[in-house]
Nanobody, 125 residues
Framework: QVQLVESGGGLVQSGGSLKLSCAAS????????MGWLRQAPGKEREFVAA????????SYADFVKGRFTISRTNAKNTVYLQMNNLKPEDTAVYYC??????????????????WGQGTQVTVSS
């Protein structure tokens, strides 16, 4: 199995940027597709972005396209989420997740096998 630890969350003004990191330990990092999902208060957890095992393919939720970028460095066992032009509606706990579905870019919560503890992102207006 793999253990995931997110970092980089915080408070930022609308229009600002943050970069989230997720460090993995345990099994070989490249054995997993990786994703970022988020959960706002009172809402269900939702897909944000995913990246395949070698970083060659990515997918994004429509509401973050053009603003967020997912990337990974397998040599550092780390996946990133660069978030630009943040909006108040991006406020949520952001979770890093790992999936054994290597042939896909998982977009459903049930497609992910391991989860981090989450990091809070708050965007003020």
């Amino acid at each position: 199995q793999v253990q995931l630890v997110e970092s980089g969350g915080g408070l930022v003004q609308s229009g600002g940027s943050l970069k989230l990191s997720c460090a993995a330990s345990g099994r070989t990092f490249s054995d997993y597709a990786m994703g970022w999902l988020r959960q706002a208060p009172g809402k269900e957890r939702e897909f944000v972005a995913a990246i395949n095992w070698n970083g060659g393919s990515t997918s994004y939720a429509d509401f973050v396209k053009g603003r967020f970028t997912i990337s990974r460095t397998n040599a550092k066992n780390t996946v990133y989420l660069q978030m630009n032009n943040l909006k108040p509606e991006d406020t949520a706990v952001y979770y890093c997740a790992a999936s054994t579905l290597l042939g896909l870019l998982p977009s459903k919560t049930y497609e992910y096998d391991y989860w981090g503890q989450g990091t809070q992102v708050t965007v003020s207006s």
